[in-house]
């Protein structure tokens, strides 16, 4: 099995910044694209960004600008980094990797995280 653990969120101030992590364990014998989604309340999920073992990125015009994905392939973490932090951003930001078993080495499986929670006072 794969989890994910995700880090880093809490109650800041707009304009403020915070540095999201997600921690990949388990029997994991590759990961390959991984991505940081969101749901604020009363809202639909939505994609924040994505990031593929190469380090290609794409963002949400959301947060084009203001966010920085990353990852570290050898620490099998994957970072958000967000400034200019508005209201509007509050949500449970989630984690979502694609990965392949040590037990299995064929089938490509989804993973997310459970989440963690960005709160910004205006």
């Known amino acids: 099995q794969v989890q994910l653990l995700e880090s880093g969120g809490g109650l800041v101030q707009t304009g403020g910044s915070l540095m999201l992590s997600c921690a990949a364990s388990g029997s994991i014998f590759s990961i390959h694209d991984m991505g940081w989604y969101r749901q604020a309340p009363g809202k639909q999920r939505e994609l924040v960004a994505t990031?593929?073992?190469?380090?290609?990125?794409n963002y949400a015009d959301s947060g084009k600008g203001r966010f920085n994905i990353s990852r570290d392939n050898a620490k099998k973490t994957m970072y958000l980094q967000i400034n200019s932090l508005k209201p509007e951003d509050t949500a449970v930001y989630y984690c979502?990797?694609?990965?392949?078993?040590?037990?299995?080495?064929?089938?490509?499986?989804?993973?997310w995280g459970k989440g963690t929670l960005v709160t910004v006072s205006s």
């Open positions: 990031i593929t073992s190469g380090s290609s990125t």
């Open positions: 979502n990797a694609f990965a392949v078993l040590t037990t299995t080495r064929y089938y490509v499986t989804e993973y």
